[in-house]
Each structure stands twice: as C-alpha cells, then as structure tokens.
C-alpha cells in the first residue's frame, strides 16, 4: 500500500510560509461547447449583407404581405392560397407583431433557425466521429452556397433545416443508446414541425429509415421510430391533402430534365467521396451512415415525385444539405487523423486551413449572394420609377397579376394611379393578388384611359402570357397604344403607354370592336431603349 508520501503531492511553502497557487499545468480550461463556434460563425455570415440593399424579392414579399393581416385575414388567406406557407406566415406575423416589419425581422428567424441547425450538426458530428468532426461539420453547413441563399430568406427553409438537424441530433442520440421517451416525443414534433412548414419535409423520414437498417438497429428501436414517424405524417397529412386544391401555385415548375439533374449528381458524388475516406460498415453508427442517407434519400426521392407532378426545387430538400455537411466534417476530420501521427503541428491547422480555403474560394459567390441581383426581381427597386413616370390619375394594369405586390409593399408610389383591372382587394378578397374583373370588363376599362402604366417582368425573367385576362391587356396596349417611356430594373418593368390616335372612346362605346391595327409609334416620339 502506498505511502502518503508517495499518494499526495508535496506541498512547498515559500519564505513568508503561505502556500503558492497551484501550477498553471493544473488547472484545465473547460473546452467551449462544440456547437457554440458554428453558432456564432453561421450567425455572423448570416448577419453580413442581410439588408441585400434593401430588396425585397417575390416569395419575401409574399410573406411580408400576409405576416402583417391580422390573424383572421390570414386563417382567410390561407383557404385560397399559400396553405403550404401557414405555420410560417403564423409564425411571421408574431415576429412582425413583436419586433416590428423590416428586413431585418423578415430574414433574422432564417439566420437564426440556420445557426441552430449548425449548432445541432456540430453536436451530431462530435457524437459520431469528435469534436474535430462536429467544428468542422457545423461550420461547413454555412459556407454552403445554397445554404448561404436561404440563410437570408424570408421563408421557410431555413426553418425546416433547423427542424431536421434537431430530429437528426436526437435520432442519433437514440442510435448511441441513450433513449428515453422524452427523446421520442421530441423526435416526432420536430419532423412533425418540419412537414408543417413544408411537407416535402418529410423525405427526412425513409432518409432516417435507412440508417436505422444500415445500423442494423434493433427491433424496439425500430418500433418507436415507426410509431413516431407515422405520428409526425398523420399530423401532416391534412395539411397535405388540402394543399392539393391550390395545386396551380406550383404549375409553374417546368417539368424535369436531365440537366436539372446535374446538380443533385454533383452532390451525390462529392458526398460519396467523402463517406468513403471513412470506410463505413454496416452495424455501426457512423458519420457515413447518417450523413449520406440524408443528403441522397431526399434528393432522389424528390427527383422520383417530379416524374408524378413537377416539383423539383432545390428549396424543397434544402434540409438535405445537413448530410453533406456531415459528410463533409466527417472528411476533415479523417484528413486531420491520417496527419497526426507523422504530423501533429500540420493535423492541428487542417480545420482552419480547409474553412480558410473554403471561404476565400466561395467569397465571390458569397458576395454574389449578398445582392439584389442574386435574386429573380426585387419588388421595392421599381417604386422610385413609378413614382418619377406616373401621373395623377393614370391607370395602372399587372401582367401577371401576381406583379401586384409592387403596389401592395409600396402603396405610397401608386398613390393616385387607378387599378383599373382589380375588381376586390387582396384584403377584402383574401388572396395574394386579388381579384381581377373578366377580361372584357378589363378590356373596356383600358380603353376607356389615355395614358397606362403596365407593370411586369423584365424582359430575361419574363413569363409566356397564358391567362385570359393578360391576353386582353396586352392585345389592348398593342392595338390602340404606343410605348412612350419604358424602363427595367432588377427583374421588373415598368412601361408607360399613350393612347394612339384621337380621344379615348367614351365609356358606352369603349366595349365596341375597335378598327383593326397594329402597335404603332407616337408621332415624332421615339420609344426610349429598355434601361
């Protein structure tokens, strides 16, 4: 047995007979939380550039409207569209409520949603391969370029992200064999948070699913997870199946290509590279086993929905990035071991190293993303024009009428101009666009003006005419009016037309058959070239 000489460290006294502090070697500062760098490292690239110079884009602008009804209007709003956007819209407009409309409250719950999901990936990846793993992982995450796009978008995506990392952390936390049913519970209100927001959401789950099998987890395992991954769907489904009756808000998706697919393929192979510097084996939870089914299943599962009904956005599975983050954190971390033996000062630099290359290479990409011209229009950019080119008691028409926003985000500059084709508000009507009169209604009214503004999509983003209604507004400004001043500006368009010829027919005979012609020129004007 061990003296107590031997047992216990000396203790040396000094001339004034007090006992020194204790050595420096001995006292350990506790390691920071593994999650609080690409915490704060995801917040700070959210908070650069947020304002994007103070533009606002179409679906921002979506938000911004319907997050500032009162809660009955947008219970109202939603039976006719955005259904899909409810939780969101719900959850906005208590931000807006609280804190106030501005840009910054409009993007800010992204930023921050995002900074969660790189805190939660941080933790998955320190769990299942260490600390080096975990830094790596979260602060990847941010520098995404995809993710740095929603990381400043006043939707949901971001938000479902952040949903999906917490499922994964507690997936994982199960999988390492601290389950406890609070972890359950948990589990399945995240995924079911997730669906809410965006039922394409739920491609998390067979991406879950196949980890479980390729862990071989076992049969109570399994048990559970089934059970809370049918209660997340049910809780969804009604959302799902109501969603179907505003099926024409995704019309527009084009159908899929074989060059829409590039992109996914680019993924798919980059992830598989670095599962494959882990050597992954069926059985064990692992960076690969987790990581890389999240970022395939919700991919190809997308890809398999778009051959049933177009529906294949990025956006969609945005949350499918966290495996290729995971994935990514995972290589780092392989890199750093490989170097350690030989090279330990060189394995201690190669996270910093990595994530300063990264950064340097994405900068012009990142800054790219900072700007209005990163989106496909700015709604706000467009009202100074309006206001130079209108004048009071001018008509204005929107081709589409979806172009309305401008007027609903900035009503002070289409004060005094007359929106001869609305026949109900987007308030009084509850929608996004409000409700337009039939097309002879609205060709009959156009007639009766002499001077029209025409706000629409500049001419790279711009859309084929499909509705009835377009059709009659712009076969009516193509006939018996001229281009007199035009101007185009961060995807929008604003063109001012005069009618051609003598005074505009009174409005008895403004439903008559007009004579035949085609767009002609104001005499001795010249149409200015688009700006």
């Not at 067979?206 to 399994?222: I, K």
């Not at 950064?359 to 009202?383: F, K, N, Y």
């Not at 081709?399 to 009084?428: C, M």
Request: charged content about 15%; some cysteine.
């Amino acid at each position: 047995m061990p003296s107590d000489t031997t047992s216990r460290p000396t203790r040396r006294y000094s001339r004034s007979g007090k006992a020194p502090a204790a050595a420096p070697e001995n006292r350990r500062r506790p390691a920071l939380p593994v999650w609080l760098v690409p915490v704060l490292w995801t917040t700070g690239l959210g908070w650069w550039g947020l304002s994007r110079q103070n533009s606002v884009w179409r679906d921002e602008a979506a938000t911004w409207l319907v997050a500032q009804r009162p809660t009955g209007e947008i219970w109202r709003t939603l039976g006719n569209d955005d259904v899909v956007h409810g939780l969101y819209y719900l959850l906005m407009h208590g931000v807006f409520e609280v804190f106030g409309a501005s840009t910054t409250t409009l993007r800010l719950p992204s930023v921050l949603a995002m900074a969660g999901a790189a805190g939660c990936l941080a933790v998955v990846g320190d769990r299942l391969a260490g600390r080096t793993a975990g830094l790596a992982a979260g602060s990847a995450l941010g520098l995404l370029p995809p993710v740095q796009f929603y990381l400043q978008e006043g939707r949901s995506y971001a938000l479902v992200a952040a949903g999906a990392a917490l499922a994964t952390l507690l997936l994982v936390t199960v999988l390492r064999g601290q389950a406890r049913t609070a972890h359950w519970v948990g589990y399945g209100g995240a995924v079911l948070a997730c669906g809410l927001l965006n039922w394409l959401s739920l491609l998390i789950l067979p991406a879950h699913l196949a980890t479980l099998v390729w862990t071989r987890a076992g049969r109570g395992v399994r048990l559970r997870w089934g059970a809370a991954a049918v209660g997340a769907a049910a809780g969804v489904l009604p959302l799902i199946l109501f969603s179907r009756g505003q099926s024409q808000q995704v019309a527009w998706i084009p159908p899929l290509t074989w060059h829409m697919m590039i992109g996914p393929a680019v993924l798919l192979l980059i992830g598989g590279v670095c599962a494959a510097a882990e050597r992954p084996r069926a059985g064990r939870v692992s960076v690969a086993t987790v990581g890389l089914p999240l970022l395939a299943v919700p991919q190809l599962g997308l890809v398999g929905l778009s051959f049933v009904q177009p529906l294949f956005l990025d956006r969609y599975v945005l949350f499918s990035l966290l495996g290729l983050a995971l994935l990514i954190g995972g290589a780092v971390d392989s890199a750093a071991r490989a170097a350690r033996p030989r090279f330990p000062r060189v394995s201690a630099v190669v996270l910093p190293g990595v994530v300063a290359v990264a950064l340097a290479a994405l900068l012009p990409q990142s800054r790219a993303e900072r700007s209005p011209a990163s989106r496909v229009d700015d709604v706000l950019a467009m009202a100074s024009d309006v206001q130079r080119m209108k004048e009071e008691g001018n008509a204005v028409v929107f081709v589409p009428s979806t172009r309305r926003d401008a007027a609903s985000v900035s009503p002070g500059a289409f004060s005094g101009l007359r929106d001869i084709a609305l026949a109900e508000s987007p308030e009084r009507s509850a929608t996004l666009a409000g409700v337009e009169a039939g097309p002879d209604r609205i060709r009959a009214a156009m007639l009766a003006q002499q001077r029209i503004l025409l706000v629409t999509d500049a001419v790279p983003v711009a859309q084929p005419v499909v509705t009835k209604r377009d059709r009659a507004k712009m076969a009516v400004l193509r006939d018996y009016f001229v281009v007199v001043a035009d101007r185009q500006v961060r995807g929008r368009r604003v063109t001012v037309y005069e009618r051609a010829g003598a005074k505009a027919p009174s409005r008895r005979s403004a439903g008559a058959a007009p004579p035949a012609g085609g767009h002609r020129q104001a005499p001795g004007r010249r149409a200015p070239r688009a700006g």
